[in-house]
DNA sequence: CAGTGGTCTAGACCACACG
DNA sequence: GTGTGGTCTAGACCACTGA
């Protein structure tokens, strides 16, 4: 059944919709549930995209970001590098209390809380990425100050001096997409995420920041030169 | 409802049994499949383990292998390393003719086959990663002969010293199982997978091996120092 | 064999987009 | 309002396990 759909989407060019899902799902002789589940496979690669209330149509092939993951540098600056335009969605900033291991993580003076932004980037019209940073409110950029802030935050906290950036520690995982996350990249929960989530590390040794960024299959690929242990 | 799954879990001790899918459903006041979905969410924390004909039951707490994934090591002895003890399924053997990318890729003699390998690695029982290696015939390290071979096809390949390795150039991606990976791990297609796509250099610069790593979560923790470009 | 998880079906209702 | 995808339900059958 799944080779059927593939001949489908195969015969059809980029902007064209495919047969809503119940006349799909009628045609190939399976039912909607396990039409969706073929679906999933082919969204997944990017080669198709689903909007609610719209229909589901075929994707045009993405450009692709291509970076070395041990390369610390913004999704702004990266897609900049291959002329791909790329927009950030509205900032979601939340001002907390610090939990206690962020207390300790950031090394913070008492009564100060931590803000937590979260942001969409899109490229080509589509969510690629969703990025969280949590830090200190008295380490957040100035510039970030007002609803208006379109750039990239760990570009500002690269370009500033004081304090200084180091280094992120990363994490890299394969994650299956939780119901918030889900909802800001306008996918189904459950569906595939590679994540990272990092420590933002000054000169000093000092942690200023926990990120995670999440991003959507298709078009981002890391690579990672890896060498043998020494001895 | 997913809450109140977690409290469920969280009450019983590892090696625990669940209530049968429909007895919990009905527990639940949902229907098998959307108790099915919420499951996903914990098999894929590996917190439970679905065995079909037997039951769910709860995970003990994995070990888990941490490693810098710059560093070029085979599975076991990242194991060894932590002195966790995995063992390796049985090794599936296939000669055929390369494509004409491989001819390429590998620098190939006209005539010869590559042969690919792919075998389960099991940790406590369970199977935490999958692996397949393409390679030309000629280059696959002798040790390997003989279908009781046990050990780590990267171990031979950096001990020995002709051909020599360099180094992997690796893509991370996050997938979505493939329904022939998911057989062979014992998952559903469609659960998360950290995949790692290699390509194994040698001092003088070609190409000698292909693989393809896919890591079930839960047992494996990859990290990585990133740094600012420079300028 | 009985009981389990794995998969599929048919049908329903909802949230959403767009005219 | 109409049609779309998103989600859920109830029920069925299959494949597998272990007594």
């Known amino acids: 059944m799944i080779d059927e759909l593939a001949v489908i ?3 059809l060019v980029p902007g064209d919709f495919l047969p809503s899902e119940p006349k799909l799902a009628n045609q190939l002789g399976v039912s909607r549930a396990t039409l969706r589940e073929a679906m999933r496979v082919f969204e997944g690669r990017g080669l198709i995209i689903r909007r609610q209330g719209v229909g589901t149509l075929v994707a045009s092939p993405p450009q692709i970001i291509e ?3 041990e390369t610390l540098e913004s999704i702004e600056s990266q897609a900049r590098r291959i002329g791909l335009e790329v927009t950030m969605g509205d900032l979601g900033i939340k001002y ?3 939990s206690s291991e962020e207390l300790e993580r950031f090394a913070m003076l008492n009564g100060l809380n931590v803000v937590e932004i979260s942001r969409v980037i899109e490229a080509e019209d589509r969510p690629v990425a969703y990025l969280i940073d949590i830090m200190p409110e008295d380490l957040l950029p100035g510039e970030t100050q007002g609803s208006d802030f379109r750039g990239s935050l760990l570009d500002l906290m690269i370009q500033r001096d004081h304090p200084a950036i180091s280094h992120a520690n990363s994490e890299v995982m394969a994650i299956s997409a939780p119901p918030d996350v889900a909802r800001q990249l306008n996918i189904q929960r459950g569906d595939v995420l590679l994540c990272l989530e990092s420590w933002l590390f000054t000169q000093e ?7 995670y960024s999440y991003f959507l299959p298709g078009t981002f690929r890391f690579h990672v030169l890896r060498r043998p242990a020494e001895g």
Chains 1, 2 share one sequence.
Do not use: E, N
Request: charged content about 20%; aromatic content about 0%; cysteine-free.
């Open 9 to 11: 989407i195969d015969s």
């Open 205 to 211: 040794g000092t942690v200023i920041d926990h990120t």
């Open 96 to 98: 907390r209390q610090p």
């Open 67 to 69: 970076s070395g993951i």
